[in-house]
Each structure stands twice: as C-alpha cells, then as structure tokens.
C-alpha cells in the first residue's frame, strides 16, 4: 500500500514536498512513479524514479519538479518548487515498470486516495 500526504493550498511560486510512504513492502525494491490528475483531464505522468536512483520527468515539469528517495524510510518525496497554476490536481504514487533499466511512467500498482494540491494565482 502507497500512502500519499502533503498536499496544500499555495499561491503561484509556492513550493511544497509530497510523500509516498509504503507499507507492508519494500519500496527499495520497487520503480516508483508520481502522476497527477487535474480537474477533466487523463491522470498524467509526473516523474518517476528508478531502484537504483536514475529519474525522469514530465515536460511540464522538468526543471521545477525534483523526485527522490529515501529507502530506509520506505518513502518517495516529489520536491515541487515554482509551482504553477496548472499543477493544481490531485497527485498520486504507484509502482511503475522499468523498461531498460529505467522507469516508466506506466503504473504497475493500484491508486491511492492521492493528495490534492491547489495552486491560486
């Protein structure tokens, strides 16, 4: 189970962290993704991290976005600075496949309740 928390209302330049904390696995053996989905539109991939560290980003938010993660915690954090009126949307955590080493942003594992973050101008 993937747990997400720290989600907020913020104003434009804002930054928040998230959290994904798993429970009742290893996340260290686990690809893990961050996606969002804003209000009428397709949950999209935010970014994902590989076992081993390797990341990858969505283009919308390359630059501003930064996924980590700390294994002995279980946890995954998505660092979002510079946020934007258009990250407003709900944000959830899932295991993802790896496609050559690397992560995808193709889910692997079921949906949380997710985190709502609301960006105002």
């Known amino acids: 189970k993937l747990v997400e928390s720290g989600g907020g209302e913020v104003q434009a330049g804002a930054s928040l962290r998230l959290s994904c904390v798993a429970s009742g696995f290893i996340m260290g053996y686990y690809n893990i993704g961050w996606f969002r989905r804003a209000p009428g539109k397709e949950r999209e991939g935010v970014s994902c991290?590989?076992?081993?560290?390797?990341?990858k980003y969505g283009d919308s938010v390359r630059g501003r976005f930064t996924i980590s993660r700390d294994n002995a915690k279980n946890t995954v954090y998505l660092q979002m600075n510079n946020l934007k009126p258009e990250d407003t949307a709900v944000y959830y955590c899932a295991a993802v496949y790896s496609r050559r080493d690397m992560c995808t942003m193709s889910p692997s594992s079921s949906w949380g309740q997710g985190t709502q973050v609301t960006v105002s101008a």
């Open positions: 991290i590989s076992k081993d560290g390797k990341t």
